[in-house]
């Protein structure tokens, strides 16, 4: 592949991903294509079951045995990770692509302390000693802010508060410096006043670390104040990307306009109502032929159900998937 | 930690005193007492003999009072004589224990080697082959009779090859080599029993364990499959595990019975199989007190365990 050097450093093609379940296969992910560019900040937003935190899973192949990748490619520096052998995709997770997860309650180790969960990937990937490994550990908590970080190494994760354990996850996603960092929402499960110092610290971290970062989130809010550019799931699938200020100056497909209408304001929204997009998100197992979100579409019209719209560039190097643009 | 050891300690006196007065009640409920069987093996005993023999073990006295005498003793650490043979219980009992201990000690060791590594392979390979093979496994040494198992390791080898289990016993430190020989048959048998039930928990807890978020996180980071059982699965999912052992000690001891009776060992099982037969009430109870005393105390090495295991217990 000769477009190692002046490629984006990552670059998903068509990714296909389905699940075995009691009713049938359920495609999860279908025919997902996007890019990063080194050091970016890319938000992945969508509506749970839209296929978001999938498609993160998939691009390190993590999913659990019921899940399989059907098609696609995963180009990560030129190189498709889907194709690696067992050992190789090893050699990349925690050192050039790191993972930070939505639980920080259960995503950490109880039986391990925090310094050697820290340390593991420095020593995994480094083959350092332990104990160099630990102090690298002790100044990665220190740079994501846990206070007294030294004494703190020896702890475990249950006396560790929600916020804290995901500082450490921030602190261990960095520690091989990694190019690129998937975060799948990091903050969901934290208190709203620990979301903001947390996605702060990440921004911080990754822009300083010189770490491209994908964040996955549904929550149209952090999107606006850390991404660059921003991809929109529904139903499995894309259906528009845009820089992020183009995307909040002017939504094109409709069911992104719906999602930006439905953030709560700060001015008069006391005794108004919230807007919501009418309808429930569709079931994976019945999708509807044509445009999944055409049942809950205001603007949708009987060529909406026939065919699935492809992702089409719509100005401005935007990409939409609708027929009524 | 030792107002806790000290509180347990304390705990094991009334389950104890319990155990003594169910075992000292049930053996004079069963038909047939001392003194008929001592008479019965001489013919020319009158009814003079059986009041003299009976003042002279003090089975004269009602049954409380000989109750409360023989516990009033037993704190003292006099466990009191055999009836038959005048020799000390404790005597008896500290020259059986040290063999079903270790009879006890092999067979644990023999489970955890056999249930561990097949239970961690089975949940790994969960619904292969192999998973299916080592549960069928599992569930035959659960079906097993050991009395019977024993009786075919006996029976067939000698039969077919013309070998037999050693059965003569060999204390350790007069030649271990030899003592191992003889007690790694029956070790092996009581270990397989005992090893159904820990497998198909470990199975089951690392099944458990390998669905957990941190093991994701854990394979995010690039942990290799070996590294993710060991460093990562198995000691959260040991916990339960080791709970099992201990409520598997009375096995042990009860399985001590029957394999030292049909190996010959001469253990606490075969001490206590040959005193209730021959109604020996004092070394009965003195059996049981120390075999309960045993289980209580496995059982609260097993909850001290759990600090080395789990932080979280150790920080409360």
Known sequence: MDTNLTGPLLDVQDLSVSFRTDRGIVRAVDGVSFHVDAGETLAIVGESGSGKSVTALSLLRLLDAAGSIDSGRVLFDGENLLDLDARAIRSIRGDRIAMIFQEPMSSLNP???????????????????????????ERLLDHSRIPDAPARLKDYPHQFSGGMRQRTMIAMALACRPKLIIADEPTTALDVTVQAQILALLKELTREADSA???????LGVVARYADRVAVMYAGRIVETANARDLYGEP??????????????????????????????????????????????????G????????????GNGRLAACIRL | MQAYIARRLLALVPTLLFVSLIVFVSMRLIPGDVIDLMLAQNDIATGQDRARIEAALGLDQ???????????????????????NNVPVTEQLLATMPITFELGFLALIVALTVALPIGVYSAIRQDTAGDYIARSFSLVMLAVPGFWLGTLVMVFPSV????????????????????????????????????????RMTRTMMLEVLRQDYIRTARAKGVGEALLILRHALRNGLIPVVTLIGLQAPLLIGGAVIFEQIFVVPGM?????????????????????????????????????YGWLDPKVRHQ
């Open chain 1, 303 to 314: 060529a909406c159900r026939e065919a699935t719209p492809a992702l089409e560039p719509a």
């Open chain 1, 111 to 137: 039986v391990l302390t925090i310094g050697k969960q820290v340390a593991e990937p420095i020593r995994l990937h480094r083959g350092t000693p332990w104990q160099d490994a630990l102090r690298e550990a």
């Open chain 2, 62 to 84: 009602p049954v409380y009072v000989q109750y409360f005498t023989w516990l009033g003793n037993v704190v003292t650490g006099d466990f009191g004589r055999s009836l038959w």
């Open chain 1, 213 to 219: 970062l994908i964040l996955i989130t549904h929550d």
């Open chain 1, 252 to 301: 094109r497909h409709p069911y992104t306009q719906g999602l930006m209408a439905s953030i709560p304001g700060v001015e008069g929204s006391i005794g108004h109502r919230l807007k919501t997009i009418d309808g429930q998100p569709p079931d994976l197992a019945r999708l509807p032929p044509g445009c999944a979100f055409a049942p809950r579409c205001e603007r949708a019209t």
């Open chain 2, 160 to 199: 077919w090859w013309r070998w037999a289990p050693e059965l003569e016993y060999t204390p350790f430190l007069e030649d271990p080599i030899k003592n191992i020989q003889h007690l790694i048959v029956p070790a092996i048998l009581l270990g397989l029993s005992m090893s159904a039930v820990t497998m």
């Open chain 2, 269 to 305: 099982g075969l001490l206590l199989l040959e005193a209730v037969f021959q109604r020996d009430y004092p070394v009965v109870s003195g059996v049981f007190l120390v075999a309960g005393a045993s289980i209580l105390l496995i059982n609260l090495v097993v909850d001290l365990s």
